[in-house]
């Protein structure tokens, strides 16, 4: 049942993202170009939704997440965090790569279905480069908003606090 769901998901969000860039290739611009990276889904179990979802401060809709590793000579460099969240009436996905210091190395915007003018820019972006992942970042207190993409900067936002959150819980010091 576990398979049917992670292959329903994982369908899903092929046929209806339109991708903008490889996770892949994020990961290896944070990590370098000799890394190696594996991907893993992981199914979270009710007890640790709700950990997460607390420690983020934000509603969690699928128990599905996609997980990157980056390793070099066998030792772990960082992770990527693979995040779907609705931003108006569609999703975007946005790739949180986070180094085994726990600092926010970068963040890309993987699939974006919202119309493109309500993308974030580079520069807007920008701010979430090495943040510790201790910190619960917010919309308007810790990162402006944008005219005209408010949602969209929300839904970033709130992401990388469920980032943070899936890191801390499932990925530190393992």
């Not at 398979?3 to 369908?11: G, K």
């Not at 970068?106 to 974006?112: M, P, T, V």
């Amino acid at each position: 049942m576990k398979q049917f769901i992670l292959f329903i998901f994982l369908t899903a969000l092929s046929l209806n993202a339109k991708m903008l860039i490889s996770p892949i290739d994020v990961m290896k611009q944070n990590f370098g170009n000799d890394i190696e990276v594996s991907k893993k889904n992981m199914l979270l179990k009710k007890a640790q939704i709700q950990i997460i979802q607390k420690d983020a401060k934000a509603k969690i809709k699928t128990r599905i997440f996609r997980i990157f590793k980056a390793t070099k000579n066998n030792k772990t460099l960082g992770y990527g965090v693979l995040v779907k969240r609705k931003v108006r009436s569609k999703s975007a996905v946005i790739l949180y790569a986070i180094s085994i210091d726990s600092i926010l190395k970068s963040i890309e915007i993987i699939a974006f279905n919202e119309p493109a003018e309500y993308i974030p820019s580079k520069t807007w972006m920008k701010q979430f480069n090495k943040i510790p992942t201790d910190k619960m970042l917010k919309v308007s207190r810790d990162i402006p908003t944008i005219t005209g993409a408010t949602m969209s900067a929300r839904s970033i936002v709130d992401g990388s606090r469920i980032a943070f959150a899936i890191y801390k819980e499932i990925l530190k010091d393992k």
